[in-house]
């Protein structure tokens, strides 16, 4: 069984940053790749970033150049840092992560965290 947990939601003002974080638990093997997505109200879940776990990296057009994601293979923990923040990227923020457990790679989902962003 895996865990994610994310945590770094929070309130923030307009030009301000926040720090994602996935943390996974369980029986793991490796994260072959994490990725963070996003729901704002009344909108479909949207793709934010990805990341392998060689380092590729993969943004959508609206964060580009603001956010980073990263992973830190050693803590089964991946990070979103959120810069240049505007009211359009409150959302609620969940990872997902592609994790080896032996020969198998499964999908899981973390619970989410809420950024608000205000003007």
């Known amino acids: 069984q895996v865990q994610l947990v994310e945590s770094g939601g929070d309130l923030v003002q307009a030009g301000g940053s926040l720090r994602l974080s996935c943390a996974a638990s369980?029986?793991?093997?490796?994260?072959?790749?994490m990725a963070w997505y996003r729901q704002a109200p009344g909108k479909q879940r949207e793709l934010v970033a990805t990341?392998?776990?060689?380092?590729?990296?993969n943004y959508a057009t609206s964060v580009k150049g603001r956010f980073t994601i990263s992973l830190d293979n050693a803590k089964n923990t991946g990070y979103l840092q959120m810069n240049s923040l505007n009211p359009e990227d409150t959302a609620v923020y969940y990872c997902?992560?592609?994790?080896?457990?032996?020969?198998?790679?499964?999908?899981?989902w973390g619970q989410g965290t809420q950024v608000t962003v205000s003007s």
């Open positions: 997902n992560a592609d994790v080896r457990a032996g020969p198998l790679t499964y999908s899981y």
């Open positions: 990341i392998t776990s060689g380092g590729s990296t």
């Open positions: 369980g029986s793991i093997f490796s994260i072959s790749a």
